[in-house]
């Protein structure tokens, strides 16, 4: 089984969010790490003793301590093809910031002169030049009570066969707030204008009071036309939007990140009448 090189600059980088009080999960987050990663490396600095708190300055020896921890191979000398590497350093980083392929730098590299192992090369663009770390992601704030309310769709299953044998398939509108996650589900037959203001009514009602912004996905029974920066609204929507005194702020087509994915994973579940 292959393990991952252990560099000082991403164990220091941790312990520092660590000491200055960050939570394991957002560290991950942050750094483009698996949080298991990032508690392995923490259980390794928890063993080396006490670690101070807040943004003092960490102690090279102590973080060199726990990089030896965590790859006791740490130190050995490289060989001839690292060293290649780190002289064409520039040259490689300039061609991945393009987003050209490893197996085409190293062809790049070979019409200079330099001969290189295509595993070398990989080992050096991961631990030197963060080559295939994902995008850090951003925390977004979650506002005050009562600001945002996300609306979904969804299917919910179908109903008990009829008189005539037939089943009927239920959808629902669903209501999430941005703050509390209390989640309020309002089943329907139909997705249309007339059931997403019936299920709003029901909302209000439920919560207590009518939320300042709804931020519905791109149901064409409320989102005519999405866009990323001028949606055009159903006007029968938009009508009641105004009478009720609430902003709409559609998310994005297919950007599932637009909205706090948290939401999704709520215990609470209350259904209303249809």
Known sequence: MGYREVTMLEIKEVLR?????????????QLGLDIKTVRRYLRAAQACGPWPAGD?????????????????????????????????REFIASH????VRLSKIRKLLKRRGVELAYPTLRRFAIAELGFGRV?????????APGDELQIDTGWMGYLEPDLWGRRRRLRAWIFTPGVSRYRFVYP???????????????AWEFYGGVFRTLIPDNTKAIVQDPDALAPRLTR???EYAQARGFQIDPTRSRRAQDKDQSAYCTPFLTCGAS
């Open 17 to 29: 969010r660590w000491c200055a009080g960050a939570a394991k999960k957002r560290i991950a987050a």
């Open 56 to 88: 003092a300055p960490l102690d090279e020896a102590r973080v060199a301590a726990v990089v030896a921890a965590l790859q006791p191979e740490w130190g050995r000398p490289r060989g001839d093809d690292w060293e290649r590497c780190a002289g064409q």
């Open 96 to 99: 991945l910031k393009h987003d």
């Open 135 to 143: 995008a850090a992601t951003l925390p977004v704030a979650d506002g």
């Open 188 to 202: 329907c037959f139909q997705e249309t204008t007339a059931s997403a203001i019936e299920a709003c009514e029901a």
């Open 236 to 238: 029968a929507f938009l």
